[in-house]
Every structure is written in C-alpha cells, then in structure tokens.
T-cell receptor, first 113, second 113 residues
Framework: AQSVTQLDSQVPVFEEAPVELRCNYSSSVSVYLFWYVQYPNQGLQLLLKYLSGSTLVKGINGFEAEFNKSQTSFHLRKPSVHISDTAEYFCAVSDTGGFKTIFGAGTRLFVKA | DSGVTQTPKHLITATGQRVTLRCSPRSGDLSVYWYQQSLDQGLQFLIHYYNGEERAKGNILERFSAQQFPDLHSELNLSSLELGDSALYFC????????????FGAGSRLTVL
C-alpha cells in the first residue's frame, strides 16, 4: 500500500519569494509521483509528474520538483511565486500499474502582496 | 473545461435518502476514478473502473456503489445518506497507461441535511 504525507497544511509567503512545499511518501513497490493544483471551486489539475529518469522534474507555471529516493520525498519548489499561485497543492503517488492514485492531505499556499 | 463532465454540480438531500452522481470521462479515456473530498478527511480514493470492470477499491463504504457502463460513463450511487456523507465528489478519467495522469471533473457537491 502507498501513503503520502504533506508536511505543511498551510504555507503563507510573500509575492516574488521562493517557496517549497514538502511531500514524503511510503510504498513497498515502485511508484510514480505527481503534484496537482486545485484552484477554488475547481477540480484538480496536473502540475508535474515523475515517472523515471532525471530526478528533477519541471512542470507548468514555473514549478519544479525533485525526487529523492533515499529520503522518499518529492518536494515542490518555485523560485518566485505570484499572487495567482494561491491555491491548494496535492502530492500524489500511484502504483506503476495505474490502479489507484493516493493523494496527500494538501497544502494551502497563500501568496501575499 | 477538462473534458470530464460531472452532474449534478450541486445536490441537497436529506438523511436516509439515495442519490446518483454521474460522470462522463474525457473522450478516449477508458478509466474512471471516484474520489470524495471533505474538510476532515481530505481527498479519499473510492473506486476505479476500467472499460466497465472494477480495477481497484479504496475507502468506499458498503452504502456506496458504482458502475461503469458500455458507453464508459460512470455512476456513483450513495444510499442511506448520513450527515457525514456531505462532501465534494470528484470523478477523474485517464487513458490507463503506466503514466497514469488523471483528468478531473469539476465535482459534485453533496449536502445532506
């Protein structure tokens, strides 16, 4: 079975500052890792995914994430945030067969002017 | 518009009642996943169907059931509703490849009074 822990429930940050949203996972099998974003009153959208290969993954809107197998982490980063990045961010893990995708509890990013 | 259609958008009903939520997947996607999102439990995986067959089950209550029809649309049936069933129910679809990226609908908000 897989599980995902997002270490911060809320992250307030000033506009143009860097941000890191932390995610740890556990699994007894190989997994794929994802970050999704949910804007108010909308469904989730994919930000980026790690399947294999380079451990640094780049996604949309300037976000990137680094897969660290030894620490079982997949932290999301952005060097300079905008007001429009205010949203809830979900880390997710999927078995490689694609049968189920498990989501973390979410991190609410609040970007202040 | 993600291409995943969920109806109804909002539903208000009473305890003990039964409701049906409907999902039409994105064109070409054979897999449908159901999730429940509530404030206290986050985004919980309920069930996954692929081309009409159940593929994985998560934390789905016995009072809940789902199916996927030959035209690939899916329905989630919730019966003997309780106050705690009030939540946002999301449907997601995918092509069900190894890189299992989910495309989410906008959700159905269920309120049980």
């Amino acid at each position: 079975a897989q599980s995902v822990t997002q270490l911060d429930s809320q992250v307030p940050v000033f506009e143009e500052a860097p941000v890191e949203l932390r995610c740890n996972y556990s699994s007894s099998v190989s997994v794929y890792l994802f970050w999704y974003v949910q804007y108010p009153n909308q469904g989730l959208q994919l930000l980026l995914k790690y399947l294999s290969g380079s451990t640094l993954v780049k996604g949309i809107n300037g976000f990137e994430a680094e897969f660290n197998k030894s620490q079982t982490s997949f932290h999301l980063r952005k060097p300079s945030v905008h007001i429009s990045d205010t949203a809830e961010y979900f880390c997710a893990v999927s078995d490689t067969g694609g049968f189920k995708t498990i989501f973390g509890a979410g991190t609410r990013l609040f970007v202040k002017a | 518009d993600s291409g995943v259609t969920q109806t109804p958008k909002h539903l208000i009903t009473a305890t003990g009642q039964r409701v049906t939520l409907r999902c039409s997947p994105r064109s070409g996607d054979l897999s449908v996943y159901w999730y429940q999102q509530s404030l206290d439990q986050g985004l919980q995986f309920l069930i996954h169907y692929y081309n009409g067959e159940e593929r994985a089950k998560g934390n789905i209550l016995e009072r809940f059931s789902a199916q996927q029809f030959p035209d690939l649309h899916s329905e989630l049936n919730l019966s003997s509703l309780e106050l705690g069933d009030s939540a946002l129910y999301f449907c997601a679809s995918s092509v069900f490849s190894g890189a299992n990226v989910l495309t989410f609908g906008a959700g159905s908000r269920l309120t049980v009074l």
